[in-house]
């Protein structure tokens, strides 16, 4: 038996520092996603970890657990494949907002239709990062960046919108709201169902400093403001984060 | 002639803008480059009058285009590697509607294991799309290659997409000193696009309906027939092109001391440039070696290269890509020309900087030196020995 505790268990210490920038908020979420499975005291050799492309997507290879890290846009069909193939695991999907939201929104949409019982983790940093900064689904609208140099023309997905006529677990949260973060994911762990936390989290290099943000610092106090805390809600407005949960 | 020093990318996507396209679709990555970043930025300057899609997927980007094409536009896409491969299905849906579109395909590896650097497996993928697919030898050529491909591809004749492929991070990553094409000069080579045959109510038409086993052969059996013709066109343009602006890379093929040589190696993309140096320095040793370019790889020239290989006696075709479970492709292809004809040379296949491996002078001396004293056969080249034995 793997007589190991804490979060640190589920990480591939020996492969640290990870790749991302810093400043970013990827590894902070990425702890806490470490934290929720020590939590609920997950098994290591039952819990997979599967991610799509892009700097989230890295995550998937420093998680001391079984992974995959599939095509872009793939993670949640694969991560499906294997929930069906052997139900005792614990299948946890970790990618970007391009990634589950762009190229892979179409897999999101019948995920959430089939209510397969997996748990995604997106980090919800509004734009393509690993690429250098494109626009994402959730970019805001009027955003400047690489690929909408005089501001995007489209409006984001808001992604709770999708839950409304299935049943299933949303939440939205941030890098900020440490304990908040760690609650949704361990709640969305422990949903039988199909369950999607949306972490709204910093990409200072590719997006925020264009934005006029100083360093992560800033975009984390900025969270800080915005955004108040609504529970259980029926829906969440642009300056909310907080979970949506329907019965399973 | 005055050059501009800028990236292979930023060149390419200045030639595509004096091509006037009037609708680019373009997803951002899986892994994208800079030339629809340099495109979208002339847009929203209003230095192109052009429609630009953000879209959510190369599969996407790969159908709005088709829809803007068939709507009697000319329409502009690019991608790379695993964007490539999510496009494919489109594509074949673009030839088989006969639609002109251009689209740059940057060469890198495919997945699994990710990897994102150069070699040419993406393109060769979709070899048998129905699109003409061009290869670049340096960035000079990758720019120019895009207004001849607008003309190919529209020319009544063909109508038939053009893929022009170019080497990625070697060519759209690197700087060069490039003769850009301007507006004007543009214009006088490429009239509008006039299609005969496109979407209005005044004159309804279906694309891409259902055909039954009565008629579907016939629209490869024409694709086929025009692909011959598109050899003449291809040679035509270029030839065009070199009166217009004096500049000429080779039509279908391009040869570099073939005449009197004994050896010649075999390749596609930047490469051409490495074994240029080799063959210079191999001559200058007494040495006779040359090199044959193959610039369109569909059409394939079987013609051409006979007429240019005829008298050699030993090839060595160099390439980045493989059919797995069959070998070289391009060394498979060269082998086919000589089917049938009275005296066969030596041919060797070598596969090498697959991923991004380095293709340095030291793996082309060691390719030379294998064929010099090898039976035909074919081999990787550049393994790494410890991973093998591991
Ligand atoms: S580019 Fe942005 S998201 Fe990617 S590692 Fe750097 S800060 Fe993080």
Redesign the pocket.
């Known amino acids: 038996m793997d007589k190991e505790s804490g979060f640190k268990r589920y990480l591939k210490l020996d492969l640290l520092p990870t790749?991302?920038?810093p400043?970013?908020?990827?590894g902070i979420v990425l702890k806490t996603i470490c934290q929720a499975f020590d939590e609920l005291d997950l098994p290591k050799d039952g819990t997979v970890v599967i991610s799509g492309i892009g700097?989230?997507g890295r995550s998937a290879g420093f998680f001391n657990l079984d992974s995959v890290h599939t095509a872009h846009g793939r993670a949640i069909p694969v991560a499906e494949g294997i929930k069906y193939a052997n139900d005792a695991l614990h299948v946890v999907v970790v990618s970007g907002d391009g990634d589950l939201l762009g190229i892979g929104a179409n897999h999101l949409l019948h995920a959430i239709r089939r209510k397969t019982n997996i748990t995604v983790v997106c980090?919800a940093?509004e734009?393509y990062?690993?690429t250098g900064?494109q626009a994402s689904p959730i970019t805001p609208h009027n955003t400047k960046t690489l690929t909408t140099p005089d501001g995007n023309p489209d409006y984001p997905t808001d992604v709770q919108f999708l839950f409304k006529h299935h049943n299933g677990y949303f939440a939205r949260t941030s890098a900020y709201h440490l304990n908040h973060m760690k609650k949704c994911i361990t709640e969305s762990l422990e949903f039988n169902g199909f369950s999607f936390v949306e972490v709204r989290t910093?990409?200072?290099?590719?997006?925020g400093r264009r934005l006029g943000y100083k360093n992560?610092n800033e975009m984390l106090m900025h969270y800080k403001e915005l955004y108040k805390i609504n529970d259980y809600a029926e829906e969440l407005a642009q300056d909310e984060i907080g979970i949506i949960k329907s019965s399973s | 002639m005055s050059t501009t020093f800028i990236e292979g990318s930023i060149a390419v996507a200045k030639t595509v803008g004096v091509c006037r396209p009037q609708v680019i679709s373009a997803y951002p990555i899986t892994p994208q480059t800079h030339i629809v970043e340099h495109l979208s930025e002339l847009v929203a300057n209003g230095e192109l009058k052009c429609e630009y899609v953000n879209v959510e997927s190369e599969h996407s980007a790969a159908s709005v285009v088709l829809g803007a094409s068939a709507t009697g536009a000319r329409t502009y896409t690019a991608t790379t590697s695993q964007g490539f491969l999510l496009m494919i299905e489109v594509l074949f849906n673009i030839a088989g509607m006969r639609l002109p579109i251009v689209m740059t395909c940057v060469n890198r590896a495919v997945s699994a294991p990710i990897n994102i650097w150069n070699d040419q497996q993406d393109s060769l993928t979709a070899r048998d799309s129905g699109w003409i697919q061009l290869y670049a030898e340096d960035n000079q050529e990758a720019s120019d290659m895009h207004l001849q491909a607008f003309k190919i591809a529209e020319n009544k004749d063909i109508m038939l997409p053009v893929m022009v492929c170019m080497d990625g991070f070697i060519l759209t990553h690197s700087f060069d000193p490039i003769e850009l094409i301007t507006q004007e000069q543009a214009d006088k080579f490429l009239s509008p696009f006039t299609p005969q045959y496109y979407l209005t109510p005044k004159n309804p038409l279906s694309f891409g309906t259902m055909v039954g086993p009565d008629g579907y052969m016939e629209t490869r059996y024409f694709i086929e027939k025009t692909m011959q013709v598109s050899l003449q066109v291809i040679s035509d343009v270029a030839a065009d092109f070199h009166n217009q602006f004096g500049r000429f890379q080779g039509g279908l093929i391009d040869t570099y001391k073939v005449e009197d040589a004994s050896l010649v190696l075999v390749a596609m993309g930047s490469i051409i440039g490495t074994i240029k140096d080799i063959v210079d320095e191999l001559r200058a040793k007494g040495q006779k070696i040359g090199v044959l370019k193959v610039r369109s790889y569909r059409p394939f020239p079987k013609d051409e290269i006979y007429k240019a290989l005829s008298h050699v006696r030993e090839i060595a075709v160099v390439e980045k890509a493989v059919s797995l479970g069959y070998g070289g492709i391009l060394a498979n292809e060269i082998k086919s020309v000589f089917y049938g004809k009275p005296k066969t040379p030596k041919i060797n296949g070598y596969i090498l900087g697959l991923g991004g491996r380095d293709i340095t002078i030291d793996t082309i001396h060691q390719v030379i030196k294998d064929s010099v004293n090898v039976l035909s056969e074919e081999k990787f080249i550049g393994l790494n020995e410890a991973l093998i034995k591991r």
Not at chain 1, 23 to 26: E, I, K, P
Not at chain 1, 202 to 207: A, F, H, L, P, R
């Open positions: 790749p991302w920038c400043g970013c908020g990827n700097c989230a980090y940093n734009i990062a690993m900064g910093m990409c200072i290099v590719n997006y992560s």
